[in-house]
Structures are given as structure tokens and as C-alpha cells.
């Protein structure tokens, strides 16, 4: 959201350097978000389901890699410069405080007893935990 407020600064010299923090910022906040939301997507499934739903992590990161720049692209066109920073961090800020109550917590959690049965693609796709890490990837890679 701050990076929203870089089209007020006039000096070339406190743009960049705003800029280069804002980059630093977005850098530690992604690697933040990539590495809690592959993890989380994982524990959300059994042994047996985390090849599947860390490959559907991963392809959420190549959706948002991929609709990022375009949406991003048609909201500055749109609506201004401001317009793509602000949308995305409400974004990750609503699914942020949807995962707080979506996501199951393990730590008291035995391990689960593996079954000879594995989930199918849709019942994957539609885990709560899985779906909002997967929303989470896929808007915070489209920061890049």
C-alpha cells in the first residue's frame, strides 16, 4: 500500500531510494508469504495428498505470475497509478484475516492415520486451508 504513495514524491533522488525500500519491503514480505503458505498448503493435506496440493501451490504461483502484470496493468490504466498497490494489499489483507479462521490448527494434532484412500483433485481444490493458501501465492506473486 505504500508504494502507492510513490507517485507524490517529485525528487528522482528520494523516488529511488523510496522505491529501493519499498522493493526490500516486498522482498522480505513475499519470502514471507511463500514460504508460510507452501507450508501451510501442506500440512492442511495428508501424506498422501502433499505431492498434489504443493503442486497446486506451485502452479498458483505461476497464475499470479502470469495474471499479475495484466490486472495490474489494466487497473492503472483504469484507475491510476495508486489503484494496483491498493487492490492488492486489500486484498492479501481480507484473505490474510479469512485464514485466520479457515486454516486448521495441527499443533495439538496426532498424526493422522493414513488411509489407502487418496482425496481427489476437487476435494484438494476445495480445502478451506488449501484454497487460501493458494489465493495467498497467487496475489503475492504477482508482485513480481
Known amino acids: 500500500i505504500g508504494t502507492s504513495l510513490l507517485d507524490t514524491v517529485f525528487s528522482?533522488?528520494?523516488f529511488f531510494v523510496l522505491s529501493l525500500l519499498g522493493r526490500v519491503v516486498v522482498g522480505a514480505g513475499?519470502?514471507?508469504i511463500s514460504a508460510t503458505a507452501y507450508t501451510l498448503a501442506g500440512q492442511?493435506?495428508?501424506?498422501?495428498?502433499?505431492?498434489?496440493?504443493?503442486?497446486?501451490?506451485?502452479a498458483s504461483f505461476g497464475v499470479g505470475t502470469m495474471l499479475g502484470p495484466?490486472?495490474?496493468?489494466?487497473?492503472?490504466?483504469?484507475w491510476g497509478f495508486a489503484t494496483p498497490f491498493l487492490v492488492s494489499g486489500l486484498v492479501l489483507l481480507?484473505?490474510?484475516i479469512v485464514s485466520c479462521?479457515?486454516?486448521?490448527?495441527l499443533s495439538g494434532m496426532k498424526k493422522k492415520e493414513?488411509?489407502?484412500?487418496?482425496?481427489?483433485w476437487t476435494h484438494i481444490l476445495l480445502a478451506e486451508g488449501v484454497l487460501v493458501s493458494m489465493l495467498m501465492v497467487v496475489l503475492a506473486s504477482s508482485a513480481y
Not at 495484466?70 to 483504469?78: A, I, P, S
Not at 479462521?101 to 490448527?105: I, Q, V
Not at 493414513?114 to 481427489?120: C, G
Open 44 to 58: 492442511q493435506a495428508g501424506e498422501k495428498d502433499q505431492g498434489k496440493v504443493l503442486g497446486l501451490t506451485e
Open 30 to 32: 513475499d519470502s514471507a
Open 114 to 120: 493414513t488411509s489407502s484412500k487418496s482425496l481427489t
Open 94 to 96: 481480507i484473505i490474510g
Open 12 to 14: 528522482s533522488k528520494e
Open 70 to 78: 495484466c490486472l495490474g496493468g489494466f487497473l492503472y490504466q483504469r
Open 101 to 105: 479462521f479457515f486454516l486448521t490448527d
